[in-house]
């Protein structure tokens, strides 16, 4: 059992140069992670571009999706446990450096395969990378100072969300030297590369001293556990759930258990397993990862079937999809930047709580525009509660992950967040294949680009129900969180 203890010692303020030394880390990181996010939805309004211009079809979109999803989650852990080990600044830079390549090597593709075997690498690569972001943000950062970086942490998060699939469609619809499709990918170069200069300056080694090595075993049994969950919940369904899909599920119950067995062992021995036990034995950040879980699988399969519904049923762009979810984005980005003042005035515990119960609010708000109107004005309607929802969004992320990675020890703080983030993935993959499925029985036949403006809003109603407790779930589980007064789990 854990404790997490306030000292009532004050902490002297850092420099004004460690300061500025920590904000300008902080800002590397995030134009990081805002790359590595934006690339899980790029593809959506690039697609038929590439379809057209290489000649791939509907399954070969869906793989160049799902590759980058499943190499993103499969390495998360490992990523983020390796920064621990080898040091925060050796791993950023090898993520980015490798994401760096991959984007090239997308942007430059001349077949669909490709193009799916450089997103799959462009995936790991950002699942080497990501952790690093939110250590970093934990490490670098006074205990006063963490609310504020995680606060820009999820202002980022919901941008890159919404901004991806929007600039995809402008630099489709400018093509820039002819580039058309690829410029989506080869932005990522410049970038990239600016970033891996400024890495060695500004962000820290960081690397545990004591620190053994992680057994290749304990990487190969995690990643086979994780690829054999995430492959069936990210293509599963758009193959209508084939005998292979149920076999690899069911091959995660064993995989899981051998992985805990292996990883008790070599902690027994005094080895360094790659997911440490005293993780577990922290209530609160057990509460944290399931917590992710849930509430990203609600956020992850709205904006996939609200965009089935505006573009199958309704008829709508890509781009004017995109569009239309800038006001959730702006509700988030408000929120978040404000975030750091409230959770200074309530504790982050209250704030967290308000934004899983406004999100709550928000999806049921939906509810009856989706249900009556089936043009073009759905957009507008849907403006009011787009905007409640987002500013949900904004008021749990920086709270939860400060109350969440508070107790947790720097040297640690790359297993943990390779872990809070594995969480939100399979969360949100489990989400699209629940909430699809809900959609489905709504749909005669097995296929929701085919069904009727009606069909979908039936089924997408279904799908906001369905959010809807799932919210409200989340705001039970942030209840549960320790009061700031007591400070105590275990």
Not at 53 to 74: E, F, K, M, P, S
Not at 172 to 182: E, H
Not at 460 to 474: C, K, R, W
């Amino acid at each position: 059992m854990s404790e997490r203890v306030t000292s009532p010692t004050p902490v002297p303020s850092p420099p004004p140069d460690a300061d500025k030394s920590a904000s300008r880390a902080v800002a590397l990181v995030l134009t990081a992670a805002f790359m590595v996010l934006a690339d899980v939805s790029i593809v959506n309004t690039a697609a038929p571009a590439i379809q057209d211009d290489l000649g791939a079809n509907l399954a070969d979109i869906q793989l160049v999706v799902a590759g980058y999803q499943i190499g993103y989650a499969t390495l998360l852990v490992t990523g983020g446990r390796l920064g621990d080990i080898a040091g925060r600044r050796a791993m950023f830079m090898t993520g980015l450096l490798l994401f760096t390549l991959s984007s090239l090597a997308c942007g430059l593709a001349p077949s669909p395969e490709l193009l799916i075997g450089a997103r799959i690498v462009q995936g790991l690569s950002a699942g080497v990378l990501y952790p690093q972001v939110i250590a970093t943000i934990q490490t670098v950062l006074t205990p006063e100072r963490r609310p504020g970086g995680f606060a820009a942490l999820g202002a980022v998060i919901s941008m890159a969300t919404i901004v991806g699939p929007i600039l995809s469609g402008l630099l489709v619809a400018l093509d820039i030297a002819g580039t058309s499709w690829r410029a989506v990918f080869l932005i990522n170069v410049p970038v990239g590369l600016v970033a891996l200069l400024l890495a060695p300056k500004l962000v820290p080694v960081a690397r545990n001293a004591d620190a053994g090595r992680v057994s290749v075993s304990s990487i190969i049994l995690l990643s086979a556990l994780l690829v054999a969950l995430m492959t069936p919940l990210t293509v599963g369904q758009d193959h209508g759930w084939p005998v292979w899909s149920w076999v690899l599920l069911a091959a995660t119950v064993p995989l899981g258990w051998a992985f805990l067995v292996q990883q008790g062992r070599i902690a027994g021995r005094g080895g360094t397993p790659l997911l440490p036990p005293e993780l577990w034995r922290d209530r609160v950040f057990r509460l944290g990862v399931t917590l992710y879980f849930v509430f990203f699988s609600a956020l992850y399969s709205f904006f996939l079937y609200f965009s089935y519904l505006l573009q199958y049923g309704i008829g709508e762009s890509a781009l004017y999809t995109g569009l239309t979810m800038v006001t959730y984005s702006l509700g988030s980005f408000l929120t978040s930047t404000r975030s750091k003042g409230l959770i200074a005035r309530h504790g982050g515990r209250k704030v967290a709580l308000y934004g899983a119960l406004a999100s709550a609010v928000g999806s049921a708000l939906m509810i009856i525009p989706v249900l009556l109107v089936q043009d073009w004005t759905l957009s507008l309607w849907i403006i009011p509660p787009l905007f409640v929802t987002g500013c949900g969004l904004g008021l749990v992320l920086a709270p939860l992950l400060s109350t969440v990675l508070a107790g947790i020890r720097s040297s640690q703080a790359g297993a943990a967040s390779g872990l809070l983030s594995t969480g939100q993935q399979i969360g949100g993959a489990v989400g699209i294949a629940v909430i699809g499925l809900a959609m489905l029985a709504a749909v005669p036949g097995d296929s929701l680009e085919e069904a009727t403006t009606e069909q979908l809003a039936n089924g997408f109603s279904i799908g906001l129900v369905v959010m809807v407790v799932v919210f409200l779930v989340s705001a039970g589980l942030i209840a549960k969180l320790p009061k700031p007064e007591s400070a105590k789990a275990g």
